[in-house]
Each structure stands twice: as C-alpha cells, then as structure tokens.
T-cell receptor, first 112, second 111 residues
Framework: DTAVSQTPKYLVTQMGNDKSIKCEQN?????MYWYKQDSKKFLKIMFS???????INETVPNRFSPKSPDKAHLNLHINSLELGDSAVYFC???????????FGDGTRLSIL | GESVGLHLPTLSVQEGDNSIINCAYS??????FIWYKQESGKGPQFIID?????DKRQGQRVTVLLNKTVKHLSLQIAATQPGDSAVYFC??????????FGTGTRLLVSP
C-alpha cells in the first residue's frame, strides 16, 4: 500500500517541451508538497498546498504550476522545460504543520 | 545514476559499531527538527523527530540530541547494520509547513 505515489518514476524529454508529474496520497492528509532534489542531493521545497490552497511558493519560476484538484492530489505541470530543470522531484504530504512529512519515491526528470 | 551525491560528507563504519551523524542548523527560531533516511532510488523516510523544548529523544536503535545553544543536532544509531547504509538528512521547521533540509551525510556500513 503506497502512501504517497508519484507518476511517472522516470521522465526523459527534450528542452522546450511541457510535462506533468502526478502525485496522490492515501493517508488522508491535508497538506501536500513538491520538493526538488538536485544532483548534489540538496532537497528544497518548491510548493505546499493545504486543503487545495497554495501556502508556500518558494520563488519557483512561473513555468512551474502546481494544481490540486482535491486534497489527495497535487500535480506539477512544467512548461518550456530547460536543462536546469533536470532533477528528482519529490511529492510529500503531512497531516498538518506538526506531523512529519511523508515522501513519495520521486520522479527523475532528465532534459535532453 | 549513482554518480550523484559523490561530494556528500561520508561516514564509514563497521557493522555493529555505533554511528553518530551531525547536523548544524541555521535558524535559532526553528521549533521542530526531523531526521530522514534516503536509500538509493527512494524518497526520504522519516526516522525520528524532536521539538525544541526537548534535548533528547530515543527511538528504536536511534537517538536524536538537540543542542540549541550551538544550533546542533545529532543522530546516533546503535549497533549499525548494513541496512542502515543510506544518505541521512536533518531538517528544521523554519515556518508554517516549511522544512529546510541540511546537505545530507552518506553512511556506509561495512559487514
């Protein structure tokens, strides 16, 4: 039973394309997040949503647009992909601000 | 591929030894701290957490120590096993729902 699931696991595409990554959690959590992990393993928050409302937007380029159709889903759409977007993107969820965040297994995005 | 993370600080221990992984955090107002374990190809997995009103918290084979005076966090793993080999991250909560992660330490456990 995967608690936080992301699709696809791997995404290889060309510069300039538009792509989406999907995330679903079955934990009943109210809050969901997107993180980016670079080649040095540095993990940084991009966005958080609480009950479908955007709470955190960490100066991410507006080519990145999160969408939360309901509180169990948080998708990430990326327009006009650039080489620097190559990274592993992690979705996470938590019950509230107090509980630890639970992470998915990541989507490895490679831009050719 | 596995070429990522080669520049991470690395701690190498023998199976059965105790391991101590250290972390310096940045924000003296942070009120909550977490340790995560990340295995290859997986997402970070929660290990243990501690609130700023505590100095020490123990779990199964793991202990977290918090020294707010010097803004230092440590994770102690007792009787380290090969399955403990992974990258370990500390994280601090600096604001509402916002976790800031440290740079990570790679733990290598030799049989």
């Amino acid at each position: 039973d995967t608690a936080v699931s992301q699709t696809p696991k791997y995404l290889v595409t060309q510069m300039g394309n538009d792509k989406s990554i999907k995330c679903e959690q079955n934990l009943g959590h109210d809050t969901m997040y997107w993180y980016k992990q670079d080649s040095k393993k540095f993990l940084k928050i991009m966005f958080s949503y609480n009950n479908k409302e955007l709470i955190i937007n960490e100066t991410v380029p507006n080519r990145f647009s999160p969408k939360s159709p309901d509180k169990a889903h948080l998708n990430l759409h990326i327009n006009s992909l650039e080489l620097g977007d190559s990274a592993v993107y992690f979705c996470a969820s938590s019950q509230d601000n107090i509980q630890p965040q639970h992470f998915g297994d990541g989507t490895r995005l490679s831009i050719l | 591929g596995e070429s990522v993370g080669l520049h991470l600080p690395t701690l190498s221990v023998q199976e059965g030894d105790n391991s101590i992984i250290n972390c310096a955090y940045s924000n003296s107002a942070s009120d909550y701290f977490i340790w995560y374990k990340q295995e290859s190809g997986k997402g970070p997995q929660f290990i243990i957490d501690i609130r700023s009103n505590m100095d020490k918290r123990q779990g199964q084979r793991v202990t977290v120590l918090l020294n707010k005076t010097v803004k230092h966090l440590s994770l102690q793993i007792a009787a380290t096993q090969p399955g403990d080999s992974a990258v370990y991250f500390c994280a601090e909560r600096t604001g509402f729902q916002k976790l800031v992660f440290g740079t990570g330490t790679r733990l290598l456990v030799s049989p």
